[in-house]
């Protein structure tokens, strides 16, 4: 197929292409550090704009909730003002209506009642028939409307300024008015240490009651509304004022990501470039040749402003120097270690194997065969704590402990092999689950398997059951039953005194407290042990 392209024709999209790649080509790795970097930053610049914005809105609906909150305190304390008005003169109307005409009682009622309200009004008080007895000074109560289920009225003046209490008997008797002027209400109202800036009236049977008019509209404020209801929604409580819905600091505050933004764009950009890239690619060149062996580690001449560059490299050629130094140090300090432990095992095990052949030749050159039976006892100690020792040494290069396991399995065997004509014929039954110990513990342990197994042979045991067993982490259940020690049998009175006493002091070494069943035989305590999660 012929084609219409001549070859010095150039594709419109290459070269769109090739201008874009030879314009980044030519700019330096400062301007490329630039715009990769505000590029990255530029999600988190949104996000915290984003942020700022929902905070402002968030702290302005606030602000607002705050506001109209005042609200509900200036009802309750209007609230508070009619019920105890209601609450205070029916028992004053009481009062006059059971006192003579003549008396004086009722001036000091009126008084009294004047007294007792937080907010100054005014009182008139009835007798049983309807008629004025008493009212404060130059007060003529109202025409008074027909009374609610209650027993009262409550309504605001025709003219706005006064707020009017009236309470009837159950004949519909009127029994006292109160009349509350709209400034001293308006006092009440205002709560000390608020803004006075707002609108606040009264509302109730088509009429309104202007306790406060501060509130005058301006620009970018938001004006809010409200109200309340009052004595049982016989009256409203409305307030209107304004809210700023954004400041001066949340605006700030929407424009610091920007700000940050571009700081963080060219400080990192200043950082990375002048004293962070630079410096580090030539020590990197210089780190990544060196090997371990080769000549002492030689670092460029660094003309880095960032004086802990240079000493970094210094550092880096220090250590490889100690390090090399360390290293044959450590090497040659193991291999003495190694020989040291090894010796001292030896010693140990050497010892250990001499004590107990003098022990047998003692044994059997014996007069006597008590003496050879406490031989023997002591040749059966010496041979459990060879046990540990062998078991220790073995599991000693993984640090895990003493394996319980084989311990009690050899010391098994050796109590059998060394056990008296009268014990020939005893069994020693194993149900060790696989445990270790440290050294201590481990020592502990051999020496109370030796002593009561020891006991339970020179007692004519036939069983011995040994069992090591779960129980809480970090510790495990060691039970040792012997038939012959069941039950209440004759046994020796000294033997078994001193028996009780080294069994109970073992105990004590273990920090454990010793189960005794004596009717079993049964011999029982806890053991702490390396947790098999820690190996």
């Known amino acids: ?58 702290n302005s609906l606030q602000r607002i909730e705050e506001t109209l909150s005042r609200l509900e305190d200036k009802a309750e304390r209007l609230e508070g003002l009619l019920a105890r008005t209601a609450g205070t003169m029916r028992p004053a109307s009481a009062a006059v209506v059971a006192a003579p005409p003549d008396s004086p009682i009722c001036e000091r009622v009126i008084a ?107 620009p970018f404020v938001q004006t809010v509304s409200d109200s309340a209801p009052l004595a049982d929604g016989r009256l409203q409580l409305r307030i209107v004022l304004g809210a700023v819905p954004i400041r001066a600091i ?36 210089v780190v990544s040749s060196y090997r371990p062996g080769d000549r002492p580690l030689e670092l460029p001449a660094l003309r880095s402003p960032a004086r802990e560059i240079g000493e970094l490299g210094l550092a880096f050629d220090n250590v490889t120097r100690t390090v090399a130094r360390h290293e044959a140090d450590l090497e040659a300090a193991v291999e003495r270690q190694s020989k040291l432990v090894r010796e001292v095992h030896h010693r140990v095990k050497n010892n250990l194997q001499v004590v107990a052949s003098l022990l047998n030749l003692h044994s059997r050159g014996s007069p006597s065969p008590e003496a050879a039976a406490a031989y023997a006892s002591i040749q059966r100690r010496v041979d459990a704590l060879a046990v540990v020792h062998r078991n220790h040494y073995a599991e000693l290069e993984e640090n895990r402990g003493v394996a319980l396991k084989p311990l009690i399995s050899e010391l098994a065997a050796n109590l059998r092999a060394t056990a008296p004509s009268s014990a020939s014929a005893m069994q020693i039954r194993l149900d060790i689950e696989p445990f270790h110990a440290n050294q201590d513990v481990a020592v502990s342990v051999a020496f109370l398997v030796t002593e009561i ?81 820690e190996r």
């Open 250 to 285: 949340d605006v700030l505050l929407i424009l610091l990501p920007v700000m940050m933004w571009i700081a963080a764009g060219l400080i990192g950009w200043w950082v990375l470039k002048r004293q962070l890239l630079r410096p580090l690619a030539a020590i990197q060149r």
């Open 112 to 218: 009294r009642l004047s007294t007792v309200q937080s907010t100054p009004g005014r009182y008139a008080l009835f007798g049983s028939d309807g008629q004025l007895r008493c009212a404060t000074a130059g007060f003529t109560p109202p025409a008074l409307r027909a009374p609610d289920r209650s027993g009262q009225t409550i309504e605001i003046s025709p003219d706005g300024r006064t707020l009017i209490v009236a309470l009837f008997n159950d004949e519909g008797v009127p029994e006292g008015v109160a009349a509350f002027d709209r400034e001293d209400l308006n006092a009440l109202a205002f709560i000390p240490g608020t803004r006075a800036d707002f609108n606040l009236e009264l509302i109730g049977g088509g009429r309104r009651m202007l306790l406060r008019d501060d509130y005058r509209r301006v």
């Open 453 to 533: 197994t020891e006991y339970g042979m020179l007692c004519g045991a036939n069983l011995v059951s040994i069992v090591l067993e779960s129980d809480e982490p970090g510790c495990a259940r060691l039970a040792i039953e012997v038939d012959s020690l069941a039950g209440k049998g004759p046994r020796d009175p000294t033997l078994s005194d001193r028996f009780d006493r080294i069994i109970t002091g073992l105990a004590r070494q273990l920090r454990s407290t010793l189960d005794h069943q004596p009717e079993r035989g049964r011999y029982a305590l806890r053991i702490a042990v390396v947790d098999r999660r």
């Open 1 to 58: 197929m012929a084609s219409n392209r001549h070859d010095g024709d150039v594709a419109p999209e290459e070269v769109s292409g090739g201008w874009l790649v030879s314009r980044w080509a030519r700019l330096s790795s400062g301007p490329k550090m630039l715009l990769i970097l505000s590029l990255a930053l530029l999600p988190l610049g949104i996000i915290a704009i984003a942020a700022s914005i929902y905070s402002a809105h968030e």
